[in-house]
């Protein structure tokens, strides 16, 4: 549901055209302001210029202070001229727009957008005598831009090299960042450096400016295009870097075309930017699915674990953890415990070593419809529904999208078959070792986030849709608010996950998920898996981590789906930990960061979805960390049970990182909470109310 306030698409005072013959603004640089646009509220201010030699820019300022100074726009092409210089301004429109709609599901019911519109055109004066135009959104809380390349009398096809599109941050500031390009896909430790030490970042990529400004850059509706990454020029210039492509332009497009929005997250402090991020959904079209009843966000539990662990096996075998016995007693504890899905990883053919090759980067053997002699799909499908739970597909393609996408529609038709509502899909292969199939009929290696596998995620999302199959993608390509057009793309991977705490070293260290929050997590939902009350990985090696920091993950980390991923048999010697998981909500009514600090905290509160059921989730670094928390988020007149589960007051994650209290209060709306966080830990409440 969309309730549209006010649509004006007029010229309005906020982008006015300079008249001819009056004077107009100039920069410091020499360049001509051409147009200009403000915010709703008058926060932020977009200026647009041209240079003396016809390049094209823009500036940002927030409440007079600049933010972005002079930036540049523009395109490398690998079969025609570049588009940076030789522009004259063309003419520009405006309009106001302000609507609230509902997500079907998400971290909050009603979402407001609300911005002004300014476009501007520009034609070139000499060589093709091309047309470029920039569109830019300007909200209270960050500006999006993106450019219109129209077809014209020799312009029919783009083949884009690069973007010439920059970001000149103005002031100096630290920068949180993971390194793009490189072999490990996303899946990097957060890295904090000053800005000026930004080497090629992938995006979000976090600022907070000396002044206490917090920035952050992604792009949002990444459709048939390249992704974007940010590489520092000089410096505190970052330049998009599009991801490389096996055919040398790292996009191919018939014209006319749009681009992905640039976004730039503005806001006064961390809380603030956090919530900014609505952006990255508001600059993305409708839904487009239509009803999407079906989408059920649920808590599952799953065959993966044990398999980190090296208990179990994906491959056939003595091992092997996908059986039907082992299936069904998942099923039961799923049921039993109130899960809604089970995952089975390895149940497939395809997982074993044939002879030189093993699966991984590999791919060619896998079958998404013919499972291991040792697992019944069709009778593990009917037992799950006997039990009210629902099974989990999973499609790991080894990053070979040309064996997945031969085998595309009978997989899917299975699942639907079978009543399957969802799957989890994987990618591994090395970056830049996607084997995707070429339309010279040939096998060409792509990169994660290129073009080729923007498109390859967005046809499995689409075509799960047509048999009402929610997607998890796991080494995806990154989120940028998609899941607003297709609602069934439910969450994803994308960064290290808790599968890092398993295998060794390094493992997540404790301000890991304080980083996330504010990188990764503003472009949308992860499938993080929470919830290793073990504490222990593969060799008993120690998680960084508290006991109560495993449940503060479930409400600070978000995604409609959770998984429980520890063994059954931990979570039955831990009750009172596992009571929580159990209760913890995964769909939310409203959500609000109570307190937080890049990298070093982070406190939320959450309603539950049709619910007056709010729970409060908090997660520190390596230091201890108190915060005081006002509860006048609860309804005022109303008393609640707060269900505190802490870390207790020798708990560090070094040296009792078990130690945990669980406690009840009886609050309302005028109280307040003190938190106490141990070294790497966290905390997290219920709160119910009392009739």
Request: charge should be neutral; hydrophobic fraction near 40%; glycine fraction near 8%.
């Amino acid at each position: 549901m969309s309730v549209i306030r006010l649509i004006a698409a007029v010229v309005l005072t906020f982008a006015a055209i300079p008249a001819a013959g009056q004077g107009v603004a100039q920069t410091p640089s020499g360049s001509t302001i051409v147009a200009s646009a403000v915010s709703p509220s008058r926060v932020l201010h977009v200026d647009v210029t041209v240079s003396p030699d016809g390049r094209v820019g823009y500036i940002v300022s927030r409440q007079g202070k600049l933010v972005i100074d002079e930036s540049r726009l523009g395109f490398l092409f690998t079969d025609a001229p570049q588009m940076l210089r030789n522009f004259k301004f063309a003419g520009q429109s405006a309009r106001s727009f302000d609507e609230t709609w509902e997500e079907p599901w998400g971290e909050y019911r009603n979402i407001r957008n609300h911005y002004n519109e300014l476009t501007v055109s520009f034609d070139e004066q000499k060589w093709m005598h091309r047309r470029m135009t920039v569109v830019f959104r300007v909200f209270d809380d960050g500006v999006g831009f993106r450019y219109e390349l129209p077809s014209g009398p020799n312009w029919s096809h783009a083949n884009v090299a690069d973007e010439l599109t920059e970001f000149n941050v103005a002031e100096p500031g630290k920068a949180w960042w993971d390194e793009a390009l490189e072999w490990n896909r996303e899946e990097y430790l957060i890295r904090k450096t000053p800005i000026e030490e930004i080497g090629t970042a992938q995006t979000p990529l976090t600022v907070r400016t000396a002044s206490g400004l917090h920035l952050s850059f992604h792009e949002a509706a990444l459709v048939d295009y390249s992704g974007m990454d940010l590489r520092r020029v000089q410096g505190r210039v970052l330049k998009a870097d599009l991801m490389p492509s096996s055919t040398g332009a790292k996009v191919s497009r018939d014209l006319p075309l749009a681009t992905p929005w640039r976004v730039i997250m503005i806001a006064p402090d961390a809380p603030a930017l956090y919530k900014s991020a609505q952006i990255i959904l508001n600059l993305n079209d409708p839904n487009k699915l239509g009803d999407v009843s079906w989408v059920k966000p649920m808590k599952y539990v799953g065959i993966w674990w044990q398999m980190h662990l090296d208990k179990n096996t994906w491959e056939s075998g003595p091992r092997h953890g996908a059986t039907t016995a082992n299936t069904k007693r998942m099923i039961d504890f799923a049921a039993k415990n109130g899960f809604g899905g089970v995952l089975v990883e390895g149940w497939n053919k395809g997982w074993d070593k044939v002879g030189d090759n093993d699966w991984f980067a590999w791919g060619w053997d896998f079958s998404f419809t013919q499972p291991y002699p040792d697992f019944d799909l069709p009778a593990l499908a009917r037992y799950a529904k006997s039990k009210g739970v629902g099974l989990i597909g999973h499609h790991e393609t080894a990053g070979n999208t040309a064996n997945y996408e031969k085998q595309l529609d009978g997989a899917l038709d299975l699942y639907q078959r079978l009543g399957i509502h969802a799957v989890k899909t994987g990618y591994v292969a090395d970056a830049g070792g996607i084997q995707a199939l070429g339309t010279d009929g040939k096998i060409h290696f792509e990169w994660h986030q290129g073009q080729v596998m923007v498109n390859h995620h967005l046809k499995v999302v689409t075509e799960a849709a047509k048999r009402q199959v929610a997607v998890d993608p796991h080494e995806p390509v990154k989120d940028t608010g998609l899941r607003r057009t297709y609602p069934n793309w439910v969450s994803r991977e994308g960064e290290r996950g808790m599968e890092y705490n398993a295998w060794g070293e390094p493992k997540n260290p404790p301000e890991h998920e304080a980083n996330l929050i504010f990188t990764r997590m503003l472009s949308g939902p992860m499938d993080f898996t929470p919830g290793i009350v073990s504490l222990k990985g593969k060799g008993n090696t120690p998680i960084l981590s508290t006991l109560a920091k495993q449940l503060a993950l479930y409400i600070t980390i978000y995604s409609p789906i959770q998984m429980a991923a520890d063994l059954p048999e931990n979570y039955e010697a831990n009750p009172k930990a596992f009571q929580f998981i159990k209760d913890v909500a995964v769909d939310w009514d409203d959500t609000r960061m109570l307190a937080g600090e890049v990298g070093d905290l982070a406190v939320f509160a959450r309603k539950t979805r049709g619910s007056p059921v709010w729970f409060i989730g908090a997660v520190g670094d390596e230091n201890e960390r108190r915060c005081d928390v006002q509860l006048s988020f609860l309804d005022a007149g109303r008393r609640y049970r707060a269900e505190i589960y802490r870390d207790g007051d020798d708990a560090d994650y070094r040296t009792n990182p078990r130690s945990m209290v669980v406690e009840q209060r009886t609050v309302t709306s005028a109280d307040r909470l003190a938190l106490r966080l141990a070294p790497g830990g966290g905390a997290a409440v219920r709160f119910v109310p009392i009739r």
